[in-house]
């Protein structure tokens, strides 16, 4: 499946949703929709659905944003060396579509492996348990 153009994903995402995911912007702290989501579920990518991150790897990290111990399928997460805004972070993308997710950090639960996954909550859809994906 090709990657959708820009023209296409401005029209398919919201203002917001397009500057996280092909800009990678971040979206203000305590203002995500998912930050609160405690139903059991996948959270998918905004842009191509990938499955991302499972509600049971969710945590409430205080921060203002989604947070996850581990992705759902390793395989579909590309964690990438960010150099930007003079910190040193690792910047987590979708590796189907290539969208800017949020970052890795080392301060995560550590009985739970001690990484935080900090999420941008519109760069991700929540599917709940037992409901279908729609196309």
């Known amino acids: 499946m090709a990657k959708p153009s820009d023209k296409e ?3 398919q995402l919201t203002p917001e949703q397009y500057e996280v995911t092909q800009h990678a912007t971040t979206e203000p702290p305590f203002s995500g929709k998912l930050l609160k989501e405690k139903r059991s579920g996948v959270f998918r990518c905004v842009v191509c659905g990938s499955e991302l991150f499972s509600s049971d790897t969710k945590f409430d990290s205080g921060t203002g944003w ?3 111990t581990d992705p759902m399928h390793r395989e579909h997460v590309e964690l990438v060396s960010d150099n930007s805004h003079g910190l040193q972070r690792v910047e987590v993308t979708c590796k189907s579509c290539g969208a800017h997710l949020g970052h890795v950090f080392e301060d995560g639960p550590v009985d739970r492996g001690g ?21």
Do not use: D, T, V
Request: glycine content about 4%.
């Open 115 to 135: 990484k935080r996954y900090c999420i941008n909550s519109c760069a991700l859809e929540f599917q709940p348990e037992g409901e279908r994906k729609h196309s």
């Open 9 to 11: 994903l401005a029209e």
């Open 66 to 68: 989604p947070s996850f």
